[in-house]
């Protein structure tokens, strides 16, 4: 067995040193497998959690902070047919089913398809009122509030990926 000497005066041989590496090698993999089958659930439901959060604050008249940017929004996607609390109640339901869907893992590929619907909502603000979002100095807290939502659209998509594996017929 060859040993080490080690700036204490100590000598460590090569096997302890491979004991630690193969102890470390298993413990990364236990955290591995633990990640592997944890995580995209986690993110499924803490997805669910936000767009179910943020839709039931939509049902109550003054409680959202974006409450006249959906309306707004609303009424330039529709051409002014939707606007008022219509606009609110028709995006309040929308995220509180897509928030039950997610949380719960019920109609999955349903609330996936409605969420990516949602996701043109979200966005359609920086494209109908892109001069109202930006200054001079950069963008304004609410075109930030809006910006943010990139992470929940790279969330959405690791959970599609993963829900969209299994087929849709049963065998």
Known sequence: ???????????????????????????QSVIQRFLARTSVPTLRVSLGLVFLVFGVLKLFPGVSPVEALVERTWSALSFGIVDGYAALALTAALETFVGISLVTGVLLRIGLLALAGTFVGIFSPLVFFGSELFSAVGPTLTAQYILKDIVLVAGAMVVAATALKRPIRRR
């Open 1 to 27: 067995m060859s040993t080490t000497a080690l700036g204490s005066g100590r000598t460590s041989t090569a096997a302890s040193l491979d004991a630690i590496l193969d102890r470390a090698e298993a413990a």
